[in-house]
């Protein structure tokens, strides 16, 4: 799927999980420098080409195995365990964070304590474009035109429902940035990241993205570093108001979901070849880059930052 919809690789992942056995296709880590990665390696309790489990229950007890087998061996537990979804083979890829010196915890902000809340029916609405982005995939419909700054899927229905966002955003714009700066209710502060990324483009627009690529919400992340990344796509000279520096750093976060969306908006920056970025690239986020250039296929944007 195009850009790695968060909320939608669940969605996926759990159609698929439920309705047929899975396996490991491949194990990356990230996060090793310094690390034995092969002691690790043998200790892990899996292997690739194993069976991975469709029960939730069984998918904690897996991954609890898997964080025993990394302690055991390295004597110190790792920072991340993330299964994202699968190929169209329902092949998975499982990636294991390290406490290398090639990782470090990211400093994200502090979570809002406010009662700020978006409209039902927009709440509503981003779970019909949820539920209809599974329905247009299941049926090879996944297409996506980014050429207006935002997300359009090429499916009817589904495109019809995000222009309704972005008619949304444009409408409650001021709404919007209140619950992603200060809501309580992260699942409120995604749905407010998502549809900022529809509403009037604009260095206030961006900043606030910026802000919410460092939410104490893993999902209210990816969705505003996502939308920027969209955004610069199609209007690659707004990338002068986003701070390259901020991202680079999140390349040796120690969560994967971290690496994996600032690649995406850095994949994007660096189509300028502005020889400034990539020396920075290379001075500061090397051992992360070599890591990730070697995860599997669709994940390995760390390719084109070199």
């Given at each position: 799927?195009?850009?790695?919809?968060?909320?939608?690789?669940?969605?996926?992942?759990?159609?698929?999980?439920?309705?047929?056995?899975?396996?490991?296709?491949?194990?990356?880590?990230?996060?090793?420098?310094?690390?034995?990665?092969?002691?690790?390696?043998?200790?892990?309790?899996?292997?690739?080409?194993?069976?991975?489990?469709?029960?939730?229950?069984?998918?904690?007890?897996?991954?609890?195995?898997?964080?025993?087998?990394?302690?055991?061996?390295?004597?110190?537990?790792?920072?991340?365990?993330?299964?994202?979804?699968?190929?169209?083979?329902?092949?998975?890829?499982?990636?294991?964070?390290?406490?290398?010196?090639?990782?470090?915890?990211?400093?994200?902000?502090?979570?809002?304590?406010?009662?700020?809340?978006?409209?039902?029916?927009?709440?509503?609405?981003?779970?019909?474009?949820?539920?209809?982005?599974?329905?247009?995939?299941?049926?090879?419909?996944?297409?996506?035109?980014?050429?207006?700054?935002?997300?359009?899927?090429?499916d009817p229905a589904?495109?019809?429902?995000?222009?309704?966002?972005?008619?949304?955003?444009?409408?409650?714009?001021?709404?919007?940035?209140?619950?992603?700066?200060?809501?309580?209710?992260?699942?409120?502060?995604?749905?407010a990241a998502d549809?900022?990324?529809?509403?009037?483009?604009?260095?206030?627009?961006?900043?606030?993205?910026?802000?919410?690529?460092?939410?104490?919400?893993?999902?209210?992340?990816?969705?505003?570093?996502?939308?920027?990344?969209?955004?610069?796509?199609?209007?690659?000279?707004?990338?002068?108001?986003?701070p390259a520096g901020?991202?680079?750093?999140?390349?040796?976060?120690?969560?994967?979901?971290?690496?994996?969306?600032?690649?995406?908006?850095?994949?994007?920056?660096?189509?300028?070849?502005?020889?400034?970025?990539?020396?920075?690239?290379?001075?500061?986020?090397?051992?992360?880059?070599?890591?990730?250039?070697?995860?599997?296929?669709?994940?390995?944007?760390?390719?084109?930052?070199?």
């Amino acid at each position: 799927m195009s850009g790695n919809f968060v909320v939608l690789e669940i969605l996926l992942f759990t159609m698929v999980a439920s309705a047929q056995e899975m396996h490991i296709g491949t194990i990356s880590f990230f996060g090793q420098e310094g690390v034995d990665v092969t002691a690790i390696r043998n200790a892990l309790p899996i292997h690739e080409g194993s069976a991975y489990p469709t029960a939730n229950a069984d998918r904690d007890t897996w991954k609890q195995s898997v964080r025993d087998a990394v302690t055991k061996a390295i004597e110190k537990a790792p920072t991340d365990i993330q299964v994202p979804c699968c190929d169209q083979g329902n092949i998975l890829s499982l990636y294991i964070g390290l406490p290398g010196k090639s990782s470090h915890p990211v400093a994200y902000n502090p979570s809002p304590t406010g009662s700020a809340r978006l409209s039902a029916a927009l709440v509503k609405l981003d779970k019909d474009i949820d539920e209809g982005l599974l329905k247009a995939l299941q049926e090879g419909r996944g297409g996506e035109d980014d050429s207006a700054g935002y997300a359009l899927f090429n499916d009817p229905a589904v495109r019809n429902m995000q222009l309704q966002v972005h008619d949304f955003a444009l409408k409650k714009e001021k709404l919007i940035y209140k619950v992603l700066a200060a809501s309580s209710d992260p699942e409120h502060r995604s749905d407010a990241a998502d549809a900022l990324g529809y509403a009037r483009q604009s260095k206030r627009q961006i900043e606030a993205l910026v802000r919410a690529s460092f939410d104490s919400d893993v999902d209210v992340r990816n969705l505003a570093i996502r939308a920027l990344g969209v955004l610069l796509r199609a209007k690659p000279q707004l990338g002068r108001y986003v701070p390259a520096g901020r991202f680079i750093s999140l390349l040796s976060s120690d969560r994967w979901e971290d690496r994996n969306k600032a690649s995406f908006l850095l994949m994007t920056m660096t189509s300028t070849r502005d020889a400034q970025l990539h020396g920075k690239l290379r001075a500061e986020a090397m051992p992360a880059l070599i890591e990730m250039s070697q995860f599997p296929f669709g994940h390995a944007y760390a390719n084109t930052l070199f």
